[in-house]
């Protein structure tokens, strides 16, 4: 990698953390800027993580290695997609009963919509730098396997609101919130709408490498 390449990775992480900071220090006002700061850490490290696992198991050889890194991958990168559900935020943070016209929710602070509708940008766009790292145009018939597991994961998360490490430190009631989703007829509902929106983000991604593909040629 070239130094202005590192230079505006660099950059970009910078840009990144400033929109996470902004987006919890509007959605968690009572909270230090300590607190705050140590949140849009952990939300960073979940966004830079499938990235980094991506780029390792591209350059990994070692079968048993790969295994592992395959497995902290598949933990991670659901997060990238359900970033999107972050949009969610913006009825707390533009709440109509405030207002006596609810066309007037947020017409003061306007701003306050834009990080949560980037961040669901930036989960999107590492969705795509992980696909392209994993050379999508090799995972064929198991691609729709793959959005399926991410969207019944995202789901899952959203609705259980446990995290990653709940499987290790409370698999007690990781069990008990899977048997819960799995008789929720809401669950599969919002798993299916979400694997049809996140199946036309990963065709538009696909579409995209290919054409790259190509043109390298």
Not at 124 to 138: F, S, T
Request: charged share 10%.
């Amino acid at each position: 990698m070239k130094l202005n390449s590192r230079y505006q990775v660099a950059l970009f992480a910078v840009a990144v953390f400033i929109v996470l900071f902004l987006h919890d220090s509007n959605l968690y006002p009572q909270l230090s800027n300590a607190h705050r700061f140590v949140l849009s850490s952990l939300r960073f490290t979940l966004l830079a993580g499938p990235v980094l696992l991506s780029v390792m198991l591209k350059h990994t050889k070692l079968s048993s290695v790969r295994a592992v890194i395959s497995v902290a991958l598949a933990l991670f990168i659901p997060y990238t997609l359900y970033s999107v559900t972050e949009i969610r935020h913006i009825t707390e943070l533009c709440p109509v009963h405030s207002v006596t016209y609810f066309t007037d929710s947020c017409s003061l602070s306007s701003w306050k919509l834009l990080p949560p509708i980037v961040y669901a940008m930036i989960g999107i766009a590492v969705y795509g730098v992980c696909l392209q790292q994993l050379n999508v145009r090799r995972m064929r018939w198991w691609l729709g396997l793959f959005v399926l597991y991410i969207a019944l994961a995202s789901q899952f998360a959203l609705q259980s609101r446990l995290n990653i490490w709940n499987i290790a430190t409370q698999p007690a009631d990781v069990l008990n919130e899977l048997i819960k989703a799995a008789t929720a007829k809401e669950f599969w509902l919002n798993s299916g709408a979400y694997f049809l929106f996140f199946m036309a983000i990963t065709a538009v991604i696909t579409h995209s490498v290919n054409n790259m593909a190509f043109k390298q040629k």
